[in-house]
């Protein structure tokens, strides 16, 4: 499938939400929580959220992008996502 950038915050808000409920009552705040904090995900959840960004968006997560202090918040992780679909590969 292919989707713009502007598709990819909706997208990603829309995993977490298909697997409960997110605080904050516009995208706008759900894209701003802390889904670590928030008690969203378990570890083992984190790696099935990457393995399916991976494959929807066609990318590739690197260690670099899990020690971001932006990879935490739901908005974070759909910049990150978008920044690594105009990026090239090496």
């Not at 929580?33 to 997560?61: K, M």
């Not at 978008?82 to 990026?87: D, G, M, V, W």
């Amino acid at each position: 499938m292919t989707m713009n950038n502007d598709q990819i915050p909706a997208t990603v808000c829309a995993w977490f939400e298909s697997r409960g409920a997110v605080p904050g009552a516009t995208q706008a705040e759900k894209l701003g929580v802390d889904y670590f904090a928030a008690g969203l995900l378990d570890s083992l959840q984190v790696v099935e959220l990457v393995a399916h960004l991976e494959q929807t968006f066609g990318v590739r997560f690197e260690d670099r992008h899990f020690q971001q202090r932006r990879f935490s918040t739901i908005g974070g992780l759909a910049e990150i996502v978008a920044e690594l679909k105009t990026t090239p590969a090496p």
